[in-house]
Each structure stands twice: as structure tokens, then as C-alpha cells.
């Protein structure tokens, strides 16, 4: 079973928005942090916002590619977790995933991630 499942991905054109969401046996009242990754063709895995879920989703961090641009958010009742993308330019095409990290910890980096979701697609045309 797949402990992460995303949704939501597709194609825009550039400056479009979409919205990302995350849920799935991975997140859990064990989990510290949540976080979105992509991986372009031919580049490796690059981590793009995470959110450490005991903060009420007060406390975040975010790629300087996309500051300003994207937004994580969780909700706890449902445990999911969502990234909402606006403005995208055509560099944002990527395959998007969720991971969940059991790691205890204030500030959420790009490591220590134990449950994967598959992916979901994310196509911005020029």
C-alpha cells in the first residue's frame, strides 16, 4: 500500500495556478513534517516546501525558486497536506510528490523523509 497519495497535478499555461493535495496512511499523529518535492526530467529530486504539522502550519520553508509563488498548508482534521501553485512558468514542469517525516524537529529541511507518495505530473507550457 502506498503510504502517500497526491493529486491534483495537470497542465496550465504559464501563469497559471494549480493546487496540490496530499493525504494518505503516511501522515500520521507521529508525523513531524510534510513535505513537497519535484523531480524535472533529467534533474535530480530538488525539495520545494515543507511544513512542520505540530506548528499549525505556522512554521514553513520553501525553494527560492518558488518563494512567493507557492503555498504549503495542512489540515490536521483530515491529515492532508496541499500546495497551492501560482504563477508557474514552464521550469516549474516537474512530477510533484508528498513525503512524511517522523523526525522530531522545529525546522523542516529537504532530509529525513521516510514515506513517499508516487507522484502526480505538473506540465506548464510557454
Known amino acids: 500500500q502506498v503510504p502517500l497519495v497526491e493529486y491534483g497535478g495537470g497542465s496550465v499555461q504559464a501563469g497559471g495556478s494549480l493546487r496540490l493535495s496530499c493525504a494518505g496512511s503516511g501522515y500520521t499523529a507521529r508525523t513531524y513534517c510534510m513535505g513537497w518535492f519535484r523531480q524535472a526530467p533529467g534533474k535530480e529530486r530538488e525539495g520545494v516546501a515543507t511544513v512542520n504539522t505540530r506548528s499549525l502550519g505556522t512554521i514553513t520553508a520553501y525553494a527560492d525558486s518558488v518563494k512567493g509563488r507557492f503555498t504549503i498548508s495542512q489540515d490536521n482534521a483530515t491529515n492532508a497536506v496541499y500546495l497551492e501553485l501560482n504563477s508557474l512558468k514552464p521550469e516549474d514542469t516537474a512530477i510533484y510528490y508528498c513525503?512524511?517525516?517522523?523526525?522530531?524537529?522545529?525546522?523542516?529541511?529537504?532530509?529525513?523523509?521516510?514515506?513517499w507518495g508516487q507522484g502526480t505530473q505538473v506540465t506548464v507550457s510557454s
Open positions: 513525503a512524511a517525516s517522523r523526525l522530531p524537529r522545529l525546522r523542516c529541511s529537504w532530509d529525513g523523509y521516510e514515506d
